[in-house]
């Protein structure tokens, strides 16, 4: 996995995006919290985990709350029997793939001058990743359909 946090503006304040994909730039997970603190990072880990497995690594940046939320995972997961523990990678070039797809929620986000409120930028943000992965081909049972095909298939 890559992971990173990005910067989106709620009510005129700065509250904290956080996503991970895989090494082909597919979407893992992502939340919005209002900290950027090791809580935070642990929570978007643990949901991650809870609907795609436990990675084997991780790459992340020089951020200390995203290092020791993984810590915090696999002390945890070190309790358990035969639970591999989470190997840790913090290197800024190897997140490129996450940093250029942050790119494409700022293009979107940035003409809106930010959210009015932090329920509406969950729910808009969960929309344009949403949008991301029908795009991206991520949708199952979406084979052979266009992106405008797999998106009316959710309505049907």
Known sequence: WRMDETYIKVKGEWKYFYRAVDKEGNTIDFLLTAKRDMKAAKRFFKKAIKRNGLPELVNIDKSGSNKAALKSINKEDSEAPKVDPIVIRQC????????QDHRNIKRITRPMLGFKNFYSAQKTLAGIELMKMIKKGQMIGGDGLSPAGQFYSLAA
Do not use: V
């Open 92 to 99: 800024k070039y190897l997140n490129n793939i996450i940093e």
